[in-house]
């Protein structure tokens, strides 16, 4: 397990210390993702005219309402990765069936080819001793 990390940042202008086993780096994305949507909201005169407690919720409801709509594009995605998988399982079973066909084919054929020229030296046996009895008489 890796070590916790102390990592001091900035949000809405307060100096915070994050701790946690995360990276620095991670850490930082997080404080600034925080501070962009406090600023975002900053920027609409309703936020503005709120008293500090309701701001404080309505930057909570828009963290929320941001991790649930990634949620949910996550779990579609997760969803269209699963189907894909079954679809590329059945794929793969399709063409392990086919290949297993195929093989079946080419020995078949190789069979077929075996008993054609089988065939065909019964055929120039054949001729040869018809040509040998025609020559006979």
């Known amino acids: 397990m890796s070590a916790k990390n102390n990592t001091q ?5 307060k100096v915070f210390t994050l701790c946690g086993y995360e990276e620095e780096e991670y850490l930082n994305k997080v404080a600034s ?5 406090i600023l975002e909201l900053k920027q609409s005169e309703g936020f503005r005219r709120q008293n500090k407690e ?5 930057i909570h409801l828009n ?6 709509k ?3 594009q996550a779990d579609l995605l997760e969803m269209e990765l699963e189907d894909k998988n ?10 392990i069936s086919l290949q297993i066909k195929t ?19 019964k055929i120039v046996k054949l001729e ?4 040998s009895e025609q020559k006979k008489k």
């Open 9 to 13: 940042v900035v949000i809405d202008g």
């Open 33 to 37: 993702y925080i501070n962009n949507k």
């Open 54 to 58: 309701t701001q404080n919720t309505l």
């Open 63 to 68: 963290i929320a309402d941001d991790y649930y």
């Open 70 to 72: 990634a949620k949910k």
């Open 86 to 95: 079954k679809e590329l399982y059945e794929i793969k079973h399709d063409l």
């Open 103 to 121: 093989e079946a084919a080419e020995k078949e054929l190789e069979k077929f080819r075996k008993e054609v020229a089988e065939y065909e030296k």
């Open 128 to 131: 040869t001793e018809l040509i």
